[in-house]
């Protein structure tokens, strides 16, 4: 009989605990789940989950060092988010939106916003907003989403035969009506921080606008979307502490054993 450890069971529970707490993070509206954020929690996990479910003498294993090895990996790559870190909300090209908020909450300006100060959308009724970009565009595909660990996920797509809104246009976005009728359709209220993502291509133009919006919850037991994923942080590393308890007395009771 042989002690027993789990480096790849924990390197799993970690990374599950960690991207349920970048969740968690993100619905409460502290932090949108940015690259370096969701990498560098990622590592984290899978490094301290392995060394968790590890027993001291087999930390030299092949399938130790593999889980220590992929944790370092995902924090490397976790770095590479902090250019996205600091430059926050920008334009890039020749675009440009321009906002107001109904009640003001300043001057309208450009989309200028971080994953420290995002736009509340809790404190506004009313976006107005004018979009510029070269004139004379007649092909061109825009793309709106949301970037997750600094990859971008497309959830609307048109061009000119599908568009109702031209890339020099302008309008006003009902706040609270969106918002209701996102809810409706996924069935939760949209809370949280998102890093969103709008981009137009087209043969004489390439411009990305992004910017962080933040809609925080009433409470943080809001929903049963919130409730779910404080279940699920707090019950992780429970469940991980409880089977390293086992498994360390599995390994006492032999040593026992052994030397009777």
Not at 46 to 69: E, N
Not at 94 to 120: A, H, M, N
Not at 154 to 180: C, F, I, Q
Request: glycine share 12%; with cysteine; hydrophobic share 45%.
């Amino acid at each position: 009989m042989r002690d027993v450890s789990a480096p790849g069971w924990g390197a799993l529970l970690g990374a599950t605990w960690a991207a349920v707490l970048v969740a968690l993070v993100g619905f409460l509206g502290i932090a949108p789940p940015d690259r370096l954020l969701l990498f560098g929690a990622l590592g984290l996990g899978v490094a301290g989950g392995a060394a968790a479910l590890t027993q001291r003498k087999h930390m030299r294993s092949r399938s130790f060092i593999a889980a220590v090895a992929a944790g370092a990996f995902l924090g490397a790559f976790a770095l590479t988010g902090i250019p996205e870190y600091v430059a926050g909300g920008q334009a890039d090209g020749p675009c440009e939106i321009r906002i107001d908020t109904s009640p003001p909450l300043g001057s309208p300006t450009t989309l200028v916003t971080s994953s420290r100060d995002p736009l509340d959308l809790g404190s506004v009724d009313a976006l107005r907003w004018v979009s510029t970009a070269p004139k004379g565009l007649t092909e061109w595909r825009r793309d709106l989403g949301l970037r997750i660990g600094g990859f971008d996920l497309v959830v609307l797509r048109d061009t000119p035969e599908t568009a109702s809104v031209k890339p020099n246009d302008g309008g006003v976005v009902d706040v609270e009506e969106v918002l209701e009728r996102v809810e409706s359709t996924l069935g939760v209220a949209p809370t949280g921080v998102y890093h969103v993502i709008a981009s137009l291509e087209a043969p004489d133009a390439d411009c990305t606008v992004s910017a962080y919006l933040r809609l925080g919850p009433a409470h943080p037991w809001d929903g049963p979307l919130l409730v779910t994923l404080w279940i699920l942080v707090l019950a992780t590393p429970a469940v991980t502490a409880v089977v390293g308890h086992r498994m360390r007395r599995a390994a006492r009771a032999q040593r026992a054993d052994q030397s009777r």
